[in-house]
């Protein structure tokens, strides 16, 4: 079956430190691939998305670039802020007969301190 | 306003009492689904629905039922609370498309069963 796995948190870096996320998934044939950020006390928002190899998603100084070979789809940015404090969900979209159902990993909780 | 509306936002039960969870949504999609997140587990598909009259069971459906009332309103139903169904509930939706579609969450439901 369609699986994500995160690495495990919680997370805890300083502002302007370099951020990097691990995400590695298992699907049948190709899937497309996300990043939903959880602020405290929300809903999930959609922070980046790649829907083909070699893609590369960005959005708010983040990116992740999916890598078939290793499947995989980090996400990084280079110099986090206290406003980044979140829990982050890699997510995928196996599509076929899973189209338009997510399967999420189990999040990593970040949080920067000033 | 939010384009994804869900009520009540908490709710605290008791073992054995029917309760519903209601999700509207003004942003015109089709689909609509219901996930829970318990911590360090991620979300989990419960239902999902891709029109009025399509409803489907996700991962973890036991103990649960929905109605489709029209495109815009989505409610989940447990019939018989138990206390392992504490948990954060969210609605979302999305909007079918050449794949990697985005979905949209409410803010989320949480709910305690005494």
């Known amino acids: 079956g369609n699986s994500v796995t995160q690495m495990e948190g919680p997370v805890t870096l300083s502002e302007e430190a370099f951020l990097t996320i691990n995400c590695t998934y298992t699907?049948?044939?190709?899937?497309?691939l996300f990043w939903y950020v959880q602020y405290p006390g929300e809903g999930l928002q959609l922070l980046l998305k790649?829907?083909?190899?070699?893609d590369k998603g960005s959005n708010k100084g983040f990116e992740a670039t999916y890598r078939k070979e290793t499947t995989s789809f980090h996400l990084e940015k280079g110099s986090v802020q206290v406003s980044d404090s979140a829990v982050y969900f890699c997510?995928?979209?196996?599509?076929?007969?899973?189209?338009?159902?997510?399967?999420f990993g189990q999040g990593t909780i970040l949080t920067v301190h000033p | 306003d939010a384009d994804v509306t869900q009520t009540p936002r908490n709710r605290i039960t008791k073992t054995g009492k029917r309760i519903m969870l209601e999700c509207s949504q003004t942003?015109?999609?089709?689909?609509m689904y219901w996930y829970r997140q318990d911590p360090g587990l991620g979300l989990q598909l419960i239902y999902y629905?891709?029109?009025?009259?399509?409803?489907n069971k996700g991962e973890i459906s036991d103990g649960y039922s929905v109605s489709r009332q029209a495109q815009a309103k989505f409610s989940l139903s447990l019939e018989s609370a138990i206390p392992n169904q504490t948990a954060l509930y969210f609605c979302?939706?999305?909007?079918?498309?050449?794949?990697?579609?985005?979905?949209?969450f409410g803010p989320g439901t949480r709910l305690l069963v005494l």
């Open positions: 942003k015109g999609h089709d689909r």
């Open positions: 997510a995928l979209d196996a599509g076929g007969t899973s189209y338009g159902k997510l399967t």
């Open positions: 979302a939706t999305s909007d079918p498309g050449q794949g990697g579609e985005t979905q949209y």
């Open positions: 790649a829907t083909k190899a070699d």
């Open positions: 629905s891709f029109d009025v009259k399509d409803i």
């Open positions: 699907a049948t044939g190709y899937p497309s």
